[in-house]
């Protein structure tokens, strides 16, 4: 991650529009606040359900009956549904309306778990006529909230919501109802409503994000400065990177912290507060892994830095694979956390992981070759970072040695991609790993060049070669080696003491030089591919010579000598 990446602002803002595309899906729960009416109710069209569905003669269909008409905004319908023996009729729905408003922000009525038997649950200790639907915790322990069977008309017997738990309401609402603000806004800041989340709770949650960012951003300012100032006191190298490294993720943790504490007071919907609080937990998830991988570039910066002054390129090579491995791991324990806090059951997804395993395996094969052949490459070091190799029929530079593939850096300023398996079964020539340069040419002298001016040449040039510092003296040779078609061939050979290739070039250049004026010198001077063509009178041949010639060779009685063992010219070699 780099400081151009996006802000926390708008990281944050990205979550909250997840967390309306994640609204969006569900139905929504439309209700009303004390005092209003469902016409004033935002324009949701809810479709109450089959008359089999609801009604009063079990535990479930008396919720579900509550819970879908409240939805509806029919509240009298839902003030049906609640024992009021103790209240006035004209009561009824704004009582049903405070009983919902508390059961969306404290408790989750699962339906599928109340009984469905007019009888009720006879298994749960409970008295017969009594069910419970679930409980609330408050500042003073815990309320429950029951459903009971009371006698009804012609005799019948008729589930509704408690009484017992009815008279626990003005209690439940003082702490977890709207508070001053009913007293205060208008009541169309409570009938209108999106995804479930009143205007209210809409315009208290933008002014607390707001507050939490700039929030942040404030206290941050000292935070740095002071971490900064305390790095430069302890004259540490890494003061100018405190703050690149931190300053991110450290105001997308404030601004979530911030976020978090003050969500409570906004009294949202327990379906959107849990998953706001999921949200709030994964971008804190999130903040800790920017800085951990914030952290693991600055380490593995600064062992690269400390590795190359101490000579260890060896080492050196191997901190880019290592921290891609390092940040690849972090990442995977980060979404595993961000998925647990959504509710996933990761415990279920790694099991599947190994049962799975040898399928991956073998669907990525590739892959994981090419993963085993980048290991081999940091762990043998045939070529690191750097180095200036040859590599197959081609030459580079290499830049880069990643998870699946090895970047070089070709003399044409192009860039090769190499899977890491195919690389590592090349064979690789490394340059960048030469204690010194291999210095070889052949000279070409005229033919018309005598004895002598070879003689003279070959002692001054070899002279050349010791008196340059960068030659090593051992061996430094200059021979005559052959005669050539067009020329008379001597060969230099020798090694430059360096292993880097512009230093090379210029010592060579001088050398070479010195040779042209050497040459020059005696007299003589290159050759280059030619024929010479002679014209002359031609002479008879020596009849007296012919003669001596036919004489010495009848004295040797037809055995002819051998030059190495003759001893005179009159005698014949001995028997």
Same mark, same amino acid.
Request: hydrophobic content about 45%; charged content about 20%.
């Given at each position: 991650?780099?400081?151009r990446?996006?802000?926390?602002v708008?990281?944050f803002?990205?979550?909250?529009a997840l967390v309306?595309?994640?609204?969006?899906?569900?139905?929504?729960?439309?209700q009303?606040?004390?005092?209003?009416? $469902? $016409? !004033?109710?935002?324009?949701t069209?809810?479709?109450i359900?089959?008359e089999?569905?609801?009604g009063?003669?079990?535990?479930?269909?008396t919720m579900?009956?509550?819970?879908?008409?409240?939805r509806?905004?029919d509240?009298?319908?839902a003030?049906?549904h609640v024992d009021?023996?103790?209240?006035?009729?004209g009561?009824?729905?704004?009582i049903a309306q405070q009983l919902?408003?508390?059961l969306?922000?404290?408790?989750?009525v699962?339906l599928d778990?109340?009984?469905n038997d007019?009888?009720?649950?006879?298994?749960?200790?409970?008295?017969?006529?009594r069910d419970?639907v679930?409980?609330?915790?408050?500042?003073d322990g *815990?309320?429950?909230?029951?459903?009971?069977?009371?006698?009804g $008309?012609a005799?019948?017997?008729?589930w509704?919501?408690?009484?017992?738990?009815?008279q626990?309401?003005p209690? +439940?609402?003082?702490?977890?109802?709207d508070g001053?603000?009913a007293?205060l806004?208008p009541d169309?800041?409570?009938?209108w409503?999106?995804?479930d989340v009143?205007?209210w709770?809409?315009?208290? #949650?933008?002014a607390l994000?707001? $507050?939490a960012?700039?929030l942040a951003?404030i206290?941050?300012?000292?935070?740095l400065?002071?971490?900064?100032w305390f790095a430069?006191?302890?004259?540490s190298? +890494?003061?100018?990177?405190?703050?690149?490294l931190?300053k991110?993720p450290?105001?997308?943790?404030l601004?979530?912290?911030?976020?978090? !504490?003050g969500i409570?007071?906004?009294r949202l919907?327990?379906p959107?507060?849990?998953? &706001?609080m999921g949200l709030?937990s994964? #971008?804190?998830?999130?903040a800790?892994?920017w800085?951990v991988l914030?952290?693991?570039d600055?380490l593995?910066r600064a062992t690269?830095?400390?590795?190359?002054?101490?000579?260890?390129t060896?080492a050196t090579?191997?901190?880019?694979?290592?921290r891609?491995?390092a940040?690849?791991?972090?990442?995977?324990l980060?979404l595993?956390?961000?998925?647990q806090n959504?509710? &996933?059951?990761?415990t279920?997804l +790694?099991a599947g992981?190994?049962?799975?395993?040898?399928?991956?395996?073998?669907?990525a094969q590739k892959?994981?070759?090419?993963?085993?052949?980048?290991?081999s490459?940091?762990v043998d070091?045939?070529?690191r970072?750097?180095?200036f190799c040859?590599?197959?029929d081609?030459?580079?530079t290499?830049?880069?040695?990643g998870?699946? *593939?090895?970047?070089?850096r070709?003399?044409?300023r192009t860039?090769?991609?190499?899977p890491?398996?195919?690389f590592?079964? #090349?064979?690789?020539?490394?340059?960048a790993l030469?204690?010194?340069?291999w210095?070889?040419?052949?000279?070409g002298?005229r033919?018309?060049?005598?004895?002598?001016?070879?003689?003279w040449? #070959?002692?001054?040039?070899?002279?050349v070669l010791?008196?340059?510092?960068?030659?090593?003296?051992?061996?430094?040779?200059?021979?005559f080696?052959?005669?050539?078609p067009?020329?008379?061939?001597v060969?230099i050979?020798a090694?430059v003491?360096?292993?880097?290739?512009?230093?090379?070039? !210029?010592?060579?250049?001088?050398?070479?030089l010195r040779f042209m004026d050497?040459?020059?010198?005696?007299g003589?001077g290159?050759?280059f591919? *030619?024929?010479t063509?002679?014209n002359?009178?031609d002479t008879?041949?020596?009849?007296?010579?012919?003669?001596q010639v036919? !004489?010495?060779?009848?004295?040797?009685?037809?055995?002819?000598?051998q030059?190495?063992r003759?001893?005179?010219d009159?005698e014949?070699?001995a028997e």
């Amino acid at each position: 991650m780099t400081s151009r990446a996006a802000s926390p602002v708008r990281r944050f803002l990205a979550a909250v529009a997840l967390v309306l595309l994640f609204a969006a899906g569900r139905p929504a729960l439309a209700q009303q606040a004390p005092g209003t009416t $469902a $016409a !004033a109710t935002a324009s949701t069209t809810t479709t109450i359900p089959e008359e089999d569905d609801v009604g009063y003669d079990s535990p479930r269909s008396t919720m579900r009956g509550f819970l879908w008409a409240a939805r509806a905004g029919d509240w009298k319908t839902a003030a049906t549904h609640v024992d009021l023996r103790d209240h006035a009729a004209g009561e009824g729905p704004e009582i049903a309306q405070q009983l919902k408003t508390i059961l969306d922000r404290k408790l989750w009525v699962d339906l599928d778990a109340l009984s469905n038997d007019p009888e009720g649950d006879k298994t749960d200790g409970l008295p017969d006529r009594r069910d419970l639907v679930g409980s609330i915790k408050t500042r003073d322990g *815990s309320v429950k909230v029951f459903i009971e069977r009371l006698p009804g $008309a012609a005799g019948a017997r008729e589930w509704k919501i408690a009484r017992v738990s009815v008279q626990q309401l003005p209690a +439940l609402w003082d702490e977890f109802g709207d508070g001053p603000l009913a007293r205060l806004l208008p009541d169309w800041f409570f009938a209108w409503r999106v995804f479930d989340v009143q205007l209210w709770q809409w315009i208290a #949650l933008a002014a607390l994000l707001l $507050a939490a960012t700039v929030l942040a951003w404030i206290v941050t300012r000292p935070l740095l400065a002071l971490g900064m100032w305390f790095a430069r006191r302890h004259e540490s190298k +890494l003061d100018a990177a405190v703050g690149e490294l931190i300053k991110g993720p450290l105001r997308l943790a404030l601004t979530v912290g911030v976020f978090w !504490a003050g969500i409570f007071a906004v009294r949202l919907a327990l379906p959107v507060h849990r998953f &706001f609080m999921g949200l709030l937990s994964a #971008l804190l998830t999130l903040a800790v892994t920017w800085t951990v991988l914030r952290l693991i570039d600055g380490l593995t910066r600064a062992t690269a830095i400390r590795l190359a002054e101490r000579g260890q390129t060896v080492a050196t090579s191997a901190i880019p694979l290592t921290r891609r491995i390092a940040k690849t791991f972090v990442v995977f324990l980060a979404l595993l956390a961000i998925f647990q806090n959504f509710g &996933f059951d990761m415990t279920g997804l +790694l099991a599947g992981l190994g049962v799975g395993g040898l399928a991956v395996a073998l669907a990525a094969q590739k892959s994981l070759e090419n993963l085993f052949g980048g290991l081999s490459l940091i762990v043998d070091q045939p070529v690191r970072v750097g180095d200036f190799c040859r590599f197959g029929d081609r030459v580079g530079t290499v830049e880069d040695i990643g998870l699946r *593939s090895t970047r070089i850096r070709t003399l044409d300023r192009t860039v090769v991609t190499v899977p890491n398996a195919d690389f590592s079964g #090349l064979q690789l020539e490394n340059y960048a790993l030469r204690d010194r340069i291999w210095f070889n040419t052949t000279l070409g002298l005229r033919y018309e060049t005598t004895p002598d001016q070879m003689r003279w040449l #070959l002692v001054e040039l070899k002279q050349v070669l010791l008196d340059h510092p960068k030659v090593d003296p051992n061996p430094a040779r200059v021979r005559f080696i052959r005669f050539g078609p067009s020329t008379l061939d001597v060969e230099i050979f020798a090694y430059v003491l360096t292993s880097d290739a512009s230093e090379f070039l !210029a010592v060579r250049e001088e050398i070479y030089l010195r040779f042209m004026d050497v040459v020059a010198e005696a007299g003589t001077g290159f050759g280059f591919p *030619s024929q010479t063509s002679y014209n002359a009178i031609d002479t008879a041949l020596d009849p007296a010579r012919q003669k001596q010639v036919a !004489a010495e060779v009848a004295k040797w009685k037809g055995r002819p000598p051998q030059p190495d063992r003759r001893t005179s010219d009159d005698e014949p070699p001995a028997e």
